[in-house]
């Protein structure tokens, strides 16, 4: 079977099975369809999550609750009926999380349309002690975008704008607010492409992806958004205006305070505007998904990608068989190489700028791959429809997670040989617990999968359920994070801490770690009032 392969991949037909098949329409990229959420398979109403973890959280009584002369003075600073949203319904949106975990109960949503209002509702939420979450597109992974109790939703959908692009040096300026995908597309345009890609870009804002330090699908190629923002504009927990957005490449006086705010998940400031350097678009794009038997021959796989396709390298994704079993139930289409036929499979981009050089090196790479037996079986997208359809078998994982009902999400870096060990270790767990089993229809009541960046050594451990409940909670944490802090490894990865993570930081940290961000935020916020009940 193999050989019978191996002999087309000369003729770039490569692998038998680039057919029709792979052609399922994809979800997320190019579109804003994210707004779907895990609500069109659950009908279930989303509990409070003060209620949920009432032993966790208790209402901070130093904050004041809202009254109709706040709402009054909001109005003065916005001076538009949309800005301020009081609706119960037109908040809902605002109040729950993507997962479908986390419910606040906030009462008024402001949409500012410039820092400066934002600077005056800020300086007032302080003086008045009423608590603010920052929020974005909302497709945050850790209960960290939405309030707890009532705290006020500052949403930042409003100031969307480019301010200015520089087709010389690469360097986009824009709001905060502006949906990754639309900061995307404006860059094709000029020829450039934005240094992060996510599965949720039709939805995230610059703004939440640099607040979540958030990773994505090719930092192995172009970096975290440490090194790419050149500057940002933020305002602090008292109104006052922090702007660097003057955006030089190379800057050494003093601290580089734009890096506090990257990764800080809303505890520190809002982000109102985001300088970002954005590479060349790549010209040449190629896309492989691969069929792999072990998770050892993964590794051999991406050490071999990373020494021979090196510079045009751009992606390295793994995904083991039941979360492609999944996705095939989610897209409702046939796997385009079998889901559950091997265990592992991988989806290999390179990007690069001369496409004999590419496709050479990549056919050369799959072709002494399965000579040495780490590939088993594969496809290279023919077209573009190909390359967005195979992206898709990875992209849809996080949705395709939900079908059942929830998903509890774990986001951890680990040390590449023990990577995979975590889904098995959760899967032991759970089993030892009598909580997996199959339905009538045959499928797994309570399932652990595993996919992720493998490239960034960054697992997504994912625990596919029927309804969030105590009793699994409780088997899963804090069993997933000690397991993780015994290999040395990183309870975040990308998605942060938020709500979820709250009492977690200690497995990753360490008290004078903890101690000195302690101080940071009790200096530039000293009320507490920036994103409250989360990790800080
Ligand atoms: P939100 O969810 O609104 O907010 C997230 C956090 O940032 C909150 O704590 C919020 O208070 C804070 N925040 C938001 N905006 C601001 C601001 N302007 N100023 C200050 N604080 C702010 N993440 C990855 O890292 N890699 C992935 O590959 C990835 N893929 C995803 C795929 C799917 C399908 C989904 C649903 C999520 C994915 N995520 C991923 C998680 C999420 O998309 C990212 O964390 C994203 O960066 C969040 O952006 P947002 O605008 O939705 O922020
Ligand atoms: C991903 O890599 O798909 C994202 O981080 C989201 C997720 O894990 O659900
Ligand atoms: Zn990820």
Not at 127 to 138: C, F, I, S
Not at 149 to 177: T, W
Not at 264 to 293: D, H, M, W, Y
């Amino acid at each position: 079977m193999i050989g019978a392969r191996r002999s087309l991949l000369c003729a770039r037909g490569i692998f038998a099975g680039v057919s029709a098949r792979t052609q399922v329409p994809r979800l997320f990229k190019n579109s804003s369809k994210l707004n779907i959420r895990v609500s069109a398979y659950s009908t279930k109403t989303v509990p409070l999550t003060a209620d949920t973890y009432s032993d966790k959280v208790k209402r901070d009584d130093r904050f004041k609750q809202l009254e109709d002369s706040d709402i009054e003075f909001f109005h003065s600073v916005l001076q538009d009926p949309h800005g301020v949203i009081t609706g119960e319904e037109d908040i809902e949106f605002y109040n729950e999380d993507w997962m479908r975990k986390y419910k606040g109960q906030s009462k008024l949503v402001l949409r500012p349309k410039t820092t400066e209002q934002i600077s005056q509702i800020v300086k007032y939420c302080n003086e008045q002690k009423l608590a603010v979450v920052p929020q974005g597109g909302n497709t945050g992974l850790v209960g960290g975008s939405i309030p707890v109790f009532d705290e006020i939703i500052i949403s930042l959908a409003g100031m969307n704008k480019i301010r200015s692009f520089d087709s010389v040096s690469g360097i986009l300026k824009c709001d905060a607010g502006l949906i990754l995908e639309n900061a995307d597309n404006a860059l094709s345009e000029e020829g450039y492409i934005f240094p992060l890609d996510l599965g949720a870009k039709g939805s995230c804002h610059v703004g939440g992806n640099v607040a979540t330090n958030a990773g994505g699908l090719r930092l192995l190629k172009y970096g975290s958004l440490h090194g790419s923002v050149l500057g940002l504009e933020a305002v602090l927990p008292d109104g006052t205006i922090y702007n660097s957005m003057n955006s030089l490449r190379k800057d050494n006086t003093g601290y580089d305070l734009k890096q506090l705010f990257i990764g800080s998940e809303g505890t520190l400031g809002l982000i109102t505007g985001v300088s970002i350097l954005c590479p060349s678009r790549p010209q040449v794009v190629n896309i492989a998904f691969l069929a792999v038997s072990s998770y050892e021959a993964v590794q051999k796989v991406f050490v071999g990608a990373r020494r021979e396709l090196s510079e045009i390298l751009s992606a390295f994704e793994f995904m083991d068989d039941k979360s492609q079993l999944l996705t095939a139930r989610h897209l409702n289409a046939d796997h385009p190489i079998e889901s559950g036929e091997y265990p592992f499979y991988v989806l290999i981009e390179t990007s690069g700028s001369n496409k004999e050089h590419d496709d050479e090196k990549l056919e050369g790479f799959l072709e002494r791959a399965m000579e040495d037996g780490l590939v088993d079986d594969g496809i290279i997208a023919q077209d573009e429809t190909q390359l967005q359809s195979l992206w898709s078998w990875r992209e849809s994982i996080p949705e395709a997670s939900t079908i059942g009902g929830g998903v509890y999400k774990y986001d951890v870096s680990l040390p590449l040989s023990d990577l995979y060990g975590l889904v098995d270790a959760a899967s032991a767990k759970l089993k030892e617990a009598n909580l997996v089993g199959i339905d009538d229809d045959s499928k797994p009541v309570v399932e652990a999968i595993g996919y992720g960046h493998i490239g960034d050594g960054n697992l997504h451990l994912n625990v596919a359920v029927r309804e969030y409940s105590k009793e699994i909670e409780s088997v899963l944490e804090p069993f997933v994070y000690e397991w993780i802090q015994s290999k040395n490894g990183s309870i975040s990865a990308e998605h942060g801490l938020g709500f979820q993570k709250k009492n977690y930081i200690g497995y990753s940290k360490n008290d004078i770690e903890i101690r000195l961000m302690k101080d940071l935020k009790k200096h530039y916020d000293p009320n507490g009032i920036m994103n409250p009940y989360k990790y800080i």
